[in-house]
């Protein structure tokens, strides 16, 4: 007999031992105490658990199906450190190599960060279309989520040309405001009084970073006319669409493994780019092509696609591992944290102005963040 966990498809080996230990007591082996009990059975119960937990997916044997928000905040900071030198690769890129297309760049990106994911496919020999059979709802989806992190991710990119990075990458991360919401919404997530302060001061050192132009009679800053509205407005709607990918990678978290996130990530990149070449051929007097446009690579300006490609591999793997395994309502506020390191690339990289706004603005992003990383290693 044996008793069935109500959150798990696993069977409870607590209760095979409870089991167990009423067999022998009623059948007069009283003598066996607890502790021998456990040493004989230790092995014969390991081997057990782990047969159960093969027959079910061997591939998610790495990814923890309870929330541990600790490990996701390591994690999210890895993946926002490198999703800063990320955007620092493309701000580089069109500073200085502006013969270099936009497109051009992310259709490189997509198609580097997709050809490291099937190396990784072959080599760990991952079951891609099976997963995918199984439920063809949570398919659509993973597909969906993909294509909104892709699109995401290149219209930041396109906002480098209307914004200063900062501005940029700091209304790009309102992102964990919206997805706290959704989350209270579709995940049934709760708020705490600090996760509600945090968000406030996060959004209010957003604006003393981003100085937003219906405020800038209080900020009166020479700085706020390097960003226009449209820069805004393309990261405001890409913003929104993170937070809706965050609830959609939350909802499938446990039914695929992380690396195909990888994967459509990248295909949908190189599919974003060739339509969005197609429709600049066709609006562009002159014409436009990816592959002659790939004729302006020097060895500099190659060599930096392709590390923004690899960078992006490992960090679409962190990160989504990272979403999986915490609460986004306590692991995306970290994003904040990037802000910090794109107003340094702005002062010493760019040569952009930085003032007391700006660091007055990062300090409090990283009290609230230091302080939310302890309160979980508490936990």
Known sequence: MRKESLNSSHFSIISDKYFEMDYLEKNGCNDFSKEKFKLINKSSLSSRFIMMKETQNPEFMKNDKQTDN???????????????????????????????????????????????????????????????????????????????????????????????????????????????????????????????????????????????????????????????????????????????????????????????????????????????GVVKNLTDEGGFNIFQNMKNFGYLSFSIVILIGTITFFNINIYTYAVNIGDPVVVLPLTYIGIVLNMIFNSFVFGKKTDILDILGSSFIIGVNIKRILDQRKK
């Open 70 to 276: 600790f490990k996701a905040c390591i994690y999210m900071i890895i993946a926002i450190t490198q999703f800063s030198f990320i955007n620092l690769g493309g701000k580089i890129m069109l500073e200085f190599f502006p013969e270099i297309d936009n497109i051009t760049t992310c259709f490189f990106r997509g198609l580097i960060t997709m050809s490291f994911a099937i190396v990784y496919i072959n080599i760990y020999k991952i079951q891609v279309m099976q997963e995918l059979k199984k439920d063809s709802k949570k398919t659509i989806l993973l597909l969906i989520r993909n294509f909104l992190a892709a699109f995401c991710n290149y219209s930041i990119f396109e906002a480098f040309k209307y914004m200063r990075i900062s501005s940029a990458f700091t209304l790009y991360n309102t992102s964990p405001i919206f997805a706290s919401i959704y989350s209270v919404i579709f995940l049934n997530s709760k708020f705490t009084q600090f996760d509600f302060f945090s968000l406030i001061v996060c959004f209010v050192s957003v604006c003393l970073i981003s100085k937003p132009g219906f405020l800038n009679f209080i900020f009166h800053s020479d700085i706020y006319g390097e960003d226009s509205y449209i820069g805004v407005i393309i990261v405001l709607v890409s913003a929104n669409l993170v937070a809706i990918m965050v609830i959609l990678n939350k909802m499938i978290a446990q039914d695929f493994h992380f690396v195909q996130s990888t994967f459509f990530y990248g295909m949908f990149f190189i599919f974003d780019s060739t339509f969005l």
